[in-house]
């Protein structure tokens, strides 16, 4: 009889350790990144799921340039990681760059590098070299780099928003959703023009009230790049 309760017990110690051990080599979920620019004031977010070596995505840059400077103190602008690994090759070396110099407060700095030097990079056999030189520019602290651009965390961190973008059913770059609602058409905002009818309608949607652009910098402009 002790026997058998000793057998038992042994069987329910080595199953619960084992249960226990899996649960503590699970990997931690990675949160979401918040990369955002402008002073929000209306509460309208247009967010873009992007990609830094689509062409698409480097195409839209110097719009989303103008519309980020036009309503910097109007809306929120933020910026989600959704690399396309399986066409480009070199993305998601450029997004782990991008989280690399975010931790050192240079995010929006790296993204303009990136989007700035596509054509140079987006064919390169050696990103490491040629990212780390965008963080030398930026005046990164190299060592520190050197070490989030490699780690887990930030490939965690970069699955976790494209998850977020699966979800939405993001299937290409870029993906632009204002207020929660995805803009089907690229075309019809392929210009400062075009993107602002659209965004000044959903600030009236939201306040009531048309936008109005602001031309004197912002505390937020100030602080970060467009």
């Known amino acids: ?20 051990l899996k649960k503590d080599n699970k990997q931690p979920i990675a949160s979401p990144t918040n990369n955002t620019f402008g002073a929000g004031k209306s509460g309208v977010v247009l967010k873009e799921y992007a990609d830094f070596q689509c062409p698409g995505c480097g195409g839209f840059y110097p719009i989303l340039k103008e519309v980020k400077e036009k309503y910097k103190d109007q809306i929120t602008f933020q910026f989600v990681n959704f690399p396309l690994t399986q066409i480009h090759q070199n993305a998601m070396a450029a997004h782990r760059a991008a989280l690399a110099a975010s931790n050192q407060g240079k995010f929006w700095e790296m993204h303009n590098i990136l989007y700035e030097n596509q054509n140079t990079w987006k064919d ?62 690229n075309n019809a905002i392929a210009s400062l023009e075009k993107f602002s009818v659209v965004i000044d309608a959903a600030i009236a949607a939201k306040t009531g009230q048309p936008a109005t652009a602001n031309t004197t910098p912002s505390a937020e402009s100030a602080t970060k790049p467009l």
């Open 1 to 20: 009889m002790k026997k058998a309760i000793i057998i038992i017990l042994l069987s329910v110690m080595i199953i619960g350790g084992g249960a226990l």
């Open 124 to 185: 390169s056999i050696n990103t490491s070299r040629d990212f780390e030189a965008y963080a030398t520019q930026l005046g990164l602290d190299i060592p520190k780099y050197k070490i989030d651009f490699a780690s887990s965390a930030t490939s965690n961190t970069i699955q976790a928003d494209i998850q977020t973008g699966q979800a939405l059913k993001v299937t290409g770059t870029p993906t632009f959703f204002l207020d929660g609602k995805q803009l089907e058409d």
